[in-house]
């Protein structure tokens, strides 16, 4: 089974979603898996990787730079800048690629639900919590809220 293990993101904390990805990579069995590294870049776009990619302490060593000196992450290199190195993988094709996602993504947009819901309207299944949890579960008033009410505190 080939498993797509997403990590990186348009989220401040994509440095610890690149050190997610590469546990996952380190610990998938490979007797029973296959990795599929699915870097996502700071602009939301899906770009297949090869294990090299996570070699690297941080996420900003792994990426082109733009000659500046300052290390800096993908947005702030022009649009097309990773077209040539990371080839983009489009959705409609994941399932070409992969046979389940592995969300090692953290913040907004990666889970808080629109990657879930992403993967949920092109039929791929994915670990973690579904859409609704991970909306619910990154908003920490609603949590609170709803949880009182489940609780009979409100």
Known sequence: MK?????GGPAREREVSYAGGRTALANLDRGLFEPVLVFVDGRGRFRLVTPDFLQFPILREALPQDGSGFSVYDESL???????????????HFRDHFDLAFLAMHGPDCEDGAIQGLLEWYKMPYTGPGLVGSAVGIN????????????GQQ
């Open 78 to 92: 022009p649009a097309n800048a990773l077209d040539g190195t990371l080839p983009e993988l489009r959705p409609e």
């Open 140 to 151: 920490k008033i609603l949590q609170n809220e709803l949880i009182a009410v489940a609780s």
């Open 3 to 7: 498993i797509g293990i997403f990590f």
